[in-house]
């Protein structure tokens, strides 16, 4: 597996343990840095505060071999042409090293903060990608744009807009997905799919990678030629005492993901669908401090993966080894000393490789 991260080191899971200092955008050059002489494969960001191209462009100029990407950007609100830009920008700065991954956002930030009309989401996608990539093509070789679509009508590049050609047009694009029509999406025309962290991995087995052979099978690909990118729910500690402190913290992370109706697929097939429901009436009642207490042990272990710094990658390999291309995992880093104990996480992550799905050709 590769190992990715977001910036800063340590923050590990979207509100999960935010950092004691916040990421300031002036730092993430220098923190790009630091993840590049710590081993990291690739520093990835995800579309929150800061305009994820703008971060991605000082990571580029400030390293020369660690991968840059999006984990999620979102895709709608802007139009193929103008994403396609800031990629193509990217990649050329980067030599390469840059993969584009999108989201599709839900309907009520579609239409309530991006003020744009909804479509279902997996159809959508589908032109989005296409659309952008007819672009590429256009830039990398002269070909006439002409795009047509149920989304997008794509016929005009005069030369004053045209950026050219560049040494690496291969962008790869990633889809951040959980449901099985994106997942099959993904397979269909993406090059990796990239997960939310309560896909446990039964979940991966049953609900993820049969859809996205499903989709991969529309397009005769094989589905092992799309990456597969965790960014697993982590609770990690240099000892066991400060690790049952942060395991509360995992629990009650645990707790909002179980009351959200939109990632209610992997606690119904794990048999907890009555306790998700509860949990999303305490969600609605503002009772969040009931909330946790709803997350009993085997629901936290195995929605989420909890271990001290010296069997938390033995942990991460057996859950995702198999599984997974791509793996997020952080730790904060203030000295020399817990530098050297990250970079041998991550040596001992990249001992594993995914397999083909049982029953794949």
């Not at 000082?58 to 950007?73: C, F, H, Q, W």
Request: aromatic share 6%; with cysteine.
């Amino acid at each position: 597996m590769l190992a990715e991260t977001l910036l800063p080191l340590g923050k590990l899971d979207p509100g999960l343990r935010e950092p004691e200092t916040p990421l300031h955008i002036a730092d993430f050059g220098r923190l790009s840095e630091v993840a590049e002489s710590v081993g990291y494969d690739a520093v990835l960001v995800e579309e929150t505060k800061d305009d994820p191209y703008q971060l991605l462009a000082l990571g580029a100029a400030a390293t020369t071999t660690l991968g840059i990407g999006t984990s999620v950007a979102m895709a709608f609100p802007r139009s193929p042409t103008i994403t396609a830009m800031s990629a193509w920008s990217l990649q050329k700065l980067s030599q390469g090293r840059f993969i584009l991954g999108l989201g599709s956002q839900v309907r009520g930030h579609v239409r309530r903060r991006f003020g744009m009309e909804w479509h279902a989401p997996a159809p959508w996608m589908r032109d989005y990608i296409n659309a952008m990539r007819a672009v590429w093509t256009c830039w990398q070789t002269g070909e006439e744009l002409n795009f047509e679509s149920e989304h997008y009508n794509l016929n005009l590049m005069v030369p004053l807009f045209n950026p050219g050609p560049i040494d690496h047009p291969q962008i790869p694009v990633h889809v951040a997905a959980i449901g099985p029509n994106m997942c099959a999406v993904a397979g269909e025309v993406a090059d990796g799919v990239r997960l939310h962290p309560v896909c446990t991995p039964e979940f991966i087995d049953e609900g993820i990678l049969p859809a996205l052979a499903k989709g991969a099978a529309r397009t005769s690909r094989d589905p092992m030629d799309v990456e597969v990118c965790m960014k697993p729910l982590v609770g990690t500690a240099p000892d066991s005492e400060s690790l049952a402190r942060v395991t509360e913290t995992v629990r009650a992370r645990v707790a909002f993901y179980l009351s959200t109706p939109s990632y209610r697929r992997t606690f119904e097939l794990h048999g907890w669908d009555d306790i998700a429901i509860e949990a999303s009436r305490l969600s609605k009642a503002q009772d969040w401090e009931t909330l946790p207490t709803l997350v009993h042990d085997e629901m936290l272990h195995t929605v989420a993966t909890l271990g001290t710094y010296d069997t938390i990658a033995g942990q991460l390999n057996e859950r995702y080894g198999s599984r997974v291309d791509r793996i997020e995992y952080s730790m904060a880093v203030t000295n020399s000393e817990e530098q050297q104990v990250l970079s041998g996480i991550l040596d001992e992550l990249r001992t594993s490789k995914r397999a083909p799905a049982e029953g794949a050709a």
